[in-house]
């Protein structure tokens, strides 16, 4: 049996340890030949949740008063949009240097379910991401993607297990 990697899925959230997959998916794509897909998830405004409200920060989302307006709200939103496309530009960078052929794509949305849509629609062969490995109310609140998109892919995916340090 020949397993032949068309299509790889890379989910990143800003985050140095979602970076750490990049590597990973850079080595399977060089030996491959695959196309790149780097992917960014950000929340729309209705899911905007103070990070000092969880307790754990430098999760990644900005602390927003509940009490903005709608074009506050969109404001921040092309925040986050502007930012995820600087961290995906970033990120592509060195790979594009490398002669691979990489996309960046930026969805709004829960991040599983925009990584599971995305991999489906696109005919993902593979997704390579890591695992922050939160636990107690950072998990609860913002559950596990990666055990959400292991549980759910259409795909084989290698999950590069990332631990503080």
Request: aromatic share 4%.
């Amino acid at each position: 049996m020949t397993i032949s990697y068309q299509r790889i899925l890379v989910p990143l959230d800003g985050s140095e340890f979602a970076a750490r997959a990049l590597p990973h998916a850079e080595t399977l794509t060089t030996l491959t030949g695959a196309h790149l897909a780097l992917l960014q998830v950000v929340p729309s405004a209705g899911m905007l949740i103070s990070e000092t409200a969880v307790g754990t920060p430098g999760l990644g989302l900005p602390t927003v008063d509940p009490f903005l307006s709608a074009a506050q709200y969109e404001a921040v939103e092309e925040t986050l949009v502007n930012d995820a496309k600087t961290v995906l530009d970033e990120a592509a960078a060195p790979l594009l240097a490398n002669a691979l052929q990489v996309e960046t794509v930026i969805l709004k949305g829960a991040p599983a379910d925009a990584i599971l849509t995305y991999a489906k629609e696109e005919k993902i062969d593979l997704i390579v991401m890591s695992t922050h490995g939160r636990s107690g109310l950072a998990r609860m609140v913002y559950g596990s993607v990666a055990e959400n998109v292991l549980r759910h892919a259409p795909c084989p995916i290698l999950l590069v297990r990332v631990t503080g340090e």
